[in-house]
């Protein structure tokens, strides 16, 4: 965004970038951790902007107040919109993740389609918008993000809001045959088509969109660009373009050159000594493809036994939504799976997977990065997958080599250098994994260098200024 402009940026999330919470009798309140906090502070920071959202904590903490130190301190104020445990329940994890979650990301037979949730979806999405509404200012730039909010532009249209507003999906978005099963397809697309700029990940998400509107709405025109296309009625114009989101290449690659990173990384070295390191970190995920994951590394085991010994996977799962059934089962399949593949390859002295259900702090994740000689990152579909960004950025040695599914978003951007799967094929995924093991040190280094200056090219503040500027 040029300096030159003086127009406020509003960021609307689901979540708020903060977390709230209480030690000793105090309410303490800090700004949150991740991508979209990195890349958007420093933008509502220049422009005096505003970002509004749940803020995610307990009825009884003193908000205002808090919201208040925010703003000193971070140079942007917050915006906070209040929902019950009950709209949480059924907007959020019902209609949000029980229903768009797994339909976006080509699941169908995950989803739920359920009346009451959607009902909640259209009522918190209302609230939001009326309380962006009241807050903002008639030159303001409103960008709102996600799947969560996806009818907010209907709704600050309805309000009477005349701002150019600015939609980006971190999802994928489904194909025609996909999007149009949802029993409230035209909603969601007539909400998206109020905005003025409406943001996917890839080309592929962008020509999903274009197709589901052509189809969907009668009269409809498309004009093909070579970065947007427009989409016109006789009453409006809508762009519609992608802008694949990145990382702060420069804050992860200078971390991982630090001295407290080189420590832990050359620690694993050490207990993996004489081996190379194959690394899976990802949230517990039914998208993620970690079954398939394991199922291929145990492929590559039947299939190349000079691997044994020589390789270990050390896969990483972050927990998530432990208390949903649907990932109560994928955890459980994967404690098996790990369990059997290891009884049957392990060897003294070697395991074949070591298997970690728990988070890393960022020092221990960015020497797993720095010490993995393969990083095997094989979603089933993913809207970009930052992960594979964050290790070419933290592979400051250039030794590492990635594979990567052809379904993740990142492919797009990342598949020259990278070693592409498909994470359904076991004996693909198995011969990748021995490529990687057997590539050349020249090879490794070329294609690092290729990824590494293709991320540090297009960074997450080039995004956030490529898309403001869109707008």
Known sequence: MSNKDSRRLIAVSNRLPIVVKEEDGRWQLAAGAGGLVTALSPVLKRHRGMWIGWPGCDEAAPLEELVARFAEQEGYRLGTVPLTQEEVEDYYEGFSNMTLWPLFHDLLGLCQFNAQHWRAYVEVNRRFAEVTAKKIAREDLVWVQDYQLMLMGGRLRELGVKNPLAFF?????????????LPWKMEILRGLLEFDLVGFQTLRDRRNFVACARELIPGLRAEVHRRTTVLRDEERAVRVGHFPISIDFGEFNNQARGREVADAAWYLHEKFANRQLLLGVDRLDYTKGIPERLLAFERALELYPELHGKL?????????????????SLKEQLDQLAGRI????????????????????RVQLLAHYRAAEIALITPLR????????????ASVDNNGVLILSEFAGAAEELGKGALLVNPY????????????????????QRRMRMLRASIQRNNVHRWVDYFVNSL
């Open 425 to 444: 094929d076991l004996d693909g995924t198995a011969e990748a994994i021995r490529r990687a093991y057997t590539m050349e040190q020249g090879e490794r």
């Open 382 to 393: 993913d809207g970009m997958n930052l992960v594979a960004k964050e290790y070419c950025a």
């Open 312 to 328: 270990s996977l050390l896969q990483i799962v972050v927990p998530s939504r432990t208390q949903v059934p649907e990932y109560q």
């Open 169 to 181: 999906l971190h999802i994928p978005f489904p194909s025609l045959d996909l999007f149009r099963r």
């Open 342 to 361: 290891n009884g049957r390859f392990g060897e003294p002295g070697w395991i074949p997977i070591h298997y970690m259900f728990r988070s890393l702090d």
